[in-house]
């Protein structure tokens, strides 16, 4: 593949040009396609000079963040923010605890092209691992520990409140809106296959709305969450410390619960996301428990009682509300989530109904173990 171009059904581009609309340092020696995320389009690129950063450049799918310039100032207040705090904490390192923005040289943080195509860049964070799966009680530690970090570092956030940036993100009410009626459009003639998914959110979509209920009515706060917890949006040190969290594009207004409840559905599922042999799919409860104490030891103090009493049920949550918007954009014609191969968003949907299986048969162990956690501190 050249470096110069990188191929798009139906568009090229020209990345030495992009980059020339950032500040960067260094001279362009190539770039190539980087990350396995679902939404935008990421390159790696490299410089030629040994003494000058590499950086992360993405176009921004803006079809799904249609406002990029609200988007891209809730990302520079909250890194700037986070940086404010790690400067005055001993031994830490912003240059690589938090993603850095780099400015376009028109002194915007994005870069429209000709095209109509929004594009970003970040300092590169080098010498970093991520995980997709998780592979030790102490890893799912170290992740809860670093997100729950993350979320105290912004208790004291300043006003004004940062721009919602996916309306109705976490909404389940919407969510499920959205699904009876894609279900009931049935525009690609796919319902008839999945009856036995169909009935499976009947049965649950009910008792899902806890969290919904509770926020609506006031009895747990709003915070400033990532909303996004997949344990690969944690970078990891050479030595398996946590580093830094990615992907700042959903950090907004939320419930704790979502950042907990996302983080337990992707990371203690010892399968990956489309796993098709679903007879692997269950949560360990060894990693919740490791994840669930590192969360917990970060936010010691910052959580109110009704916040930990429903952490638990937060899981169940957001495997089934993952698994909801799969099998909607499954029904509506994969226009949502980038697949791979025909079915593939029913295949995740079923990974996280299995998965939601999992944790009803062990749901009591999982809220003895919150509770216990929570009595240490």
């Known amino acids: ?32 396609p ?35 310039p609200r988007l891209m100032e809730n990302i520079v207040r909250v890194t700037d923010h986070i940086r404010s705090k790690l400067n005055v904490i001993p ?37 970093h691992r991520s995980f997709d799966l998780v592979d030790s009680p102490e890893r799912a ?17 300043p006003a004004p409140p940062l721009h919602e940036t996916i309306v109705g993100f976490h909404n389940l009410e919407i969510h499920l809106q959205r699904f009876f009626s894609h279900l009931q459009a049935d525009l690609c003639q796919r319902a008839s296959d999945v009856a036995a998914e169909i009935d499976f959110v009947n049965e649950r979509a009910e008792t899902m709305k806890p969290i919904l209920n509770l926020g609506q009515a006031g009895r747990i706060p709003v915070r400033i969450t990532h909303n996004d ?45 489309d796993e098709r042999d679903l007879s692997r799919v269950h949560m360990d409860i060894g990693l919740f428990t490791g994840y669930s104490k590192g969360f917990l030891q970060s936010l010691r103090g910052c959580l109110t009682t009704a916040e930990i009493d429903h952490l638990a049920f937060s899981a169940k949550l957001f495997a089934f509300q993952i698994g909801l ?9 994969d226009r949502y989530f980038k697949i791979k191969y025909a079915g593939h968003n029913l295949q995740r949907a079923r990974v996280q109904f299995r998965l939601l299986t999992s944790m009803e048969k062990q749901f009591t162990q999982m809220e003895d173990i919150i509770s216990s956690l929570a009595a240490e501190g």
């Open 325 to 333: 918007r799969f099998l909607s954009d499954h029904l509506a014609g």
């Open 229 to 273: 917890t997949k344990f690969n949006n944690i970078l990891f040190d050479e030595r398996g410390g946590g580093l830094c969290v990615i992907d700042l594009d959903t950090v907004m207004p939320g419930y704790v619960h979502y950042d907990f409840g996302d983080a337990i559905r992707s990371g203690a599922n010892q399968a990956l996301e």
């Open 141 to 157: 530690c170290e992740g809860g520990k670093h997100f729950g970090r993350f979320l105290q570092l912004l208790t004291d956030f």
């Open 34 to 68: 980087f990350g396995s995320g679902h939404i935008h389009d990421t390159f790696l690129v490299q410089t030629r000079e040994n003494d000058c950063p590499d950086y992360i450049l993405q176009r921004i799918n803006h079809d799904i963040f249609p406002d990029v």
């Open 91 to 127: 031994d830490s390192r912003p240059e690589r605890e938090v993603l850095t923005v780099i400015p376009a040289t028109d002194g915007r943080n994005f870069y429209r092209d000709g095209n109509g195509c929004y594009w970003r860049c970040y300092l590169f964070i080098d010498r």
């Open 1 to 32: 593949m050249s470096d110069k171009k990188i191929s798009d059904p139906g568009r090229d581009f020209n990345l030495p040009d992009v980059v020339a609309k950032f500040s960067m340092k260094g001279t362009f020696a190539k770039g190539r």
